[in-house]
C-alpha cells in the first residue's frame, strides 16, 4: 500500500473487536511499511523524531487487522486487536476508558430496559410490567418467543422469523437485566471458549 503523499497524514487507530476508538497517531510511508511488516501499528513520532512502534516499551502492541484510506487518501483507518491498554496514561482510549463492549443500538436497548426497570411503573410501559411481575414470567416469555422463533424458522415467512427473532432478543435482554447481567458478560463467556 502506498500513499503517494509528501509529510505525515493522520491514523485512526480502532478497536476491530468494539468498534471504539482508540488513539490517533502520524503515519509517513515509512511508518506504514514497517506496519505492514510487523503486523504491529508503528508510527512516526513526531516528539521522538523517529519511528515508533506502539508497545515496544510497554508491551501494550497494537496489532494489525486491516487499513482503509480516506476517500481523499489522506487519512488511514487502522483496524486492531489492542494488547492490553492504548493511552500511555495506563486507559483503554486516548479519550476515556471503556471498560464495557458498545454494541451500538443494542447497548442503547440495554440502557432503556434498565432505565424501565429501575423506573418501574407497570401501567406505562410494558418492560416494567414485565419487571413487576417477576423473574417467572419473564423467563416464560423468553420460553415462548423462542418456540415461535422455531416455528417460524421451519415456515418461509422471512419476515415472521425476522420478528419473531427481534422478540425473542429483545426479551432475551429483559431476562439478563432481571438476573443481573448485561449483553456483555454473555460476549465475554464465548470469548473464552474461542481458544
Known amino acids: 500500500m502506498k500513499l503517494n503523499i509528501k509529510g505525515l497524514i493522520p491514523a485512526i487507530i480502532q478497536d476491530n473487536e468494539t468498534k471504539n476508538v482508540l488513539m490517533l497517531g502520524y503515519m509517513n510511508q515509512e511508518a506504514l511499511d514497517k506496519t505492514l511488516e510487523l503486523n504491529k501499528v508503528t508510527f512516526f513520532s513526531r516528539s521522538k523524531n523517529r519511528l515508533w512502534t506502539k508497545g515496544e516499551e510497554s508491551g501494550y502492541f497494537l496489532n494489525l487487522v486491516s487499513i482503509k484510506n480516506d476517500c481523499d487518501n489522506d487519512t488511514l483507518l487502522i483496524k486492531v486487536n489492542p494488547v492490553g491498554p492504548t493511552c500511555h496514561t495506563g486507559l483503554d482510549t486516548c479519550w476515556q476508558e471503556i471498560n464495557n463492549q458498545e454494541f451500538g443500538f443494542i447497548t442503547k436497548l440495554e440502557e432503556t430496559i434498565k432505565n424501565r426497570k429501575e ?3 407497570s401501567n406505562k410501559s410494558y418492560v ?3 419487571f413487576v411481575k417477576g423473574i417467572n414470567k419473564i423467563a416464560q416469555k423468553v420460553g415462548e418467543e423462542a418456540v415461535e ?3 417460524e ?3 418461509t415467512n422471512d419476515d415472521l422469523f425476522l420478528s419473531e427473532s427481534a422478540d425473542l432478543l429483545f426479551h432475551y435482554l429483559i431476562l ?7 449483553l456483555n458478560d454473555v460476549v465475554n463467556i464465548l470469548k473464552s471458549r474461542e481458544k
Open 176 to 182: 439478563l437485566q432481571a438476573k443481573g447481567y448485561q
Open 149 to 151: 422463533v422455531v416455528i
Open 119 to 121: 423506573n418501574a411503573d
Open 153 to 155: 424458522a421451519k415456515d
Open 128 to 130: 416494567a410490567s414485565l
